[in-house]
């Protein structure tokens, strides 16, 4: 069984800055195409990031382009999201999910068979 466990949310002010890590055990990295979602309160969950497992380009939705940067760390067994320029809109609880490539038609979950507990980010002044 695959498990994701994320970390490194927060209560930050608007234009800060945070960094989520999605750790993956046991199997390697390499084996998984890992995507970040958020779920806004009274809202539905939406995609954020994907980063393929292999070669090509990661997929963003365009409400956080420019500002969030996915990025696999293999030594850590992990996948990273640096959130920069956070604005209020960005407040949710942010889950990882692992499948063996990104959806086909990203944001959607498509084939994102494992997923985290997801860890609480919040933009307030």
């Known amino acids: 069984q695959t498990h994701l466990v994320e970390s490194g949310g927060g209560l930050v002010p608007p234009g800060g800055s945070l960094r989520l890590s999605c750790h993956v055990s046991p199997f390697p990295l390499d084996f998984f195409a890992i995507a970040w979602f958020r779920q806004a309160p009274g809202k539905a969950r939406e995609g954020v990031a994907c980063?393929?497992?292999?070669?090509?380009?990661?997929n963003y939705v365009d409400s956080v382009k420019g500002r969030f940067t996915i990025s696999r760390d293999n030594d850590e067994n992990a996948v990273h999201l640096q959130m920069n320029s956070l604005e209020l809109e960005d407040t949710a609880i942010y889950y990882c999910?692992?499948?063996?490539?990104?959806?086909?038609?990203?944001?959607?979950?498509?084939?994102?068979?494992?997923w985290g507990s997801g860890t609480q980010v919040t933009v307030s002044s």
């Open positions: 980063v393929p497992n292999r070669l090509g380009r990661p």
């Open positions: 999910a692992a499948g063996g490539q990104c959806p086909r038609k990203f944001p959607s979950e498509e084939g994102m068979d494992y």
